[in-house]
């Protein structure tokens, strides 16, 4: 399985992917991010690399649980029974701490479920966890 060095975001929060994109820029990663609304352009992303309009697979796929269109877990329901689904990490980043929606994502194949955080601090601690999934080398932050 080829990956490449990215990180596929699925956020349909025009704030979080802002604050987001500002957390990745202080780990000098911001160039390796890619953006996408809802479930439905995560599983056209997907489809795209199938039929090998896209070469590479990402290093790590961050979901938001609530999304229009297809949820976070719709979405993990849907690549759970690719092949390909195990060879790189996929992570749930969300509101959401209910445990039953946690262990739901869980059981679906997640390596790991972050709640999102209240302060920019918190936000870049995350943001250093989704590159050491990625495989970045960790970065240092300039702050």
């Not at 890619?34 to 439905?40: D, H």
């Given at each position: 399985m080829v990956?490449?060095?990215y990180i596929l975001i699925a956020e349909d929060d025009e704030d979080d992917r802002m604050l987001l994109s500002s957390a990745f820029k202080e780990y000098h990663i911001h160039d390796q991010i890619?953006?996408?609304?809802?479930?439905?352009e995560v599983l056209r992303h997907f489809e795209k690399i199938e039929s090998g309009n896209q070469s590479l697979f990402p290093s790590l796929?961050?979901?938001d649980l609530n999304?229009?269109?297809i949820n976070?877990?719709?979405v993990l329901s849907e690549l759970n029974i690719k092949s390909y689904f195990k060879s790189f990490n996929t992570v749930m980043f969300s509101t959401t701490s209910c445990?039953?929606?946690v262990q739901n994502c869980i059981d679906l194949g997640i390596s790991k479920y972050f709640v999102k955080p209240t302060?920019?601090?918190?936000l870049l601690d995350v943001?250093?966890?989704f590159c050491l999934l990625a495989g970045f080398v960790k970065a240092e932050s300039n702050s």
């Open positions: 990956h490449s060095p890619i953006f996408v609304n809802n479930g439905v796929l961050v979901l999304m229009p269109k976070g877990k719709q445990e039953n929606e302060g920019y601090q918190a943001v250093n966890q």
